[in-house]
């Protein structure tokens, strides 16, 4: 473990992360937020418009979302 101090009075605490792994967590909860998102608009669609084969789709792709995120919260509560 290693302490270096950047700028004045601010301490970064190295612990040999991989930081491409935290970019990448990143970017699968912004997947999971887009997939939530595109689930919400496809089951608006599909409500407006009648179709409950799009209502249907849009609640999946909303629960992949979901449990998308909730696997990335997982694996920062075992990152700490």
């Known amino acids: ?14 612990r040999g992360r991989n930081m491409k792994g935290d970019a990448m967590g990143a970017e699968d909860k912004i997947k999971a937020a887009a997939e ?5 608009a496809k089951e608006a ?13 849009g609640k999946a792709d909303q629960a992949k979302g979901g449990i998308r995120n909730t696997a990335e919260d997982v ?6």
Do not use: C, P, S, Y
Request: glycine share 16%; aromatic share 6%; proline share 0%.
């Open 75 to 80: 694996k920062d509560a075992f990152k700490k």
């Open 1 to 14: 473990m290693t302490r270096q101090t950047a700028g004045r009075g601010f301490g970064l605490e190295i």
């Open 36 to 40: 939530k998102v595109a689930g919400k």
């Open 45 to 57: 669609v599909g409500n407006v418009t009648g179709n409950d084969k799009l209502v249907a789709e």
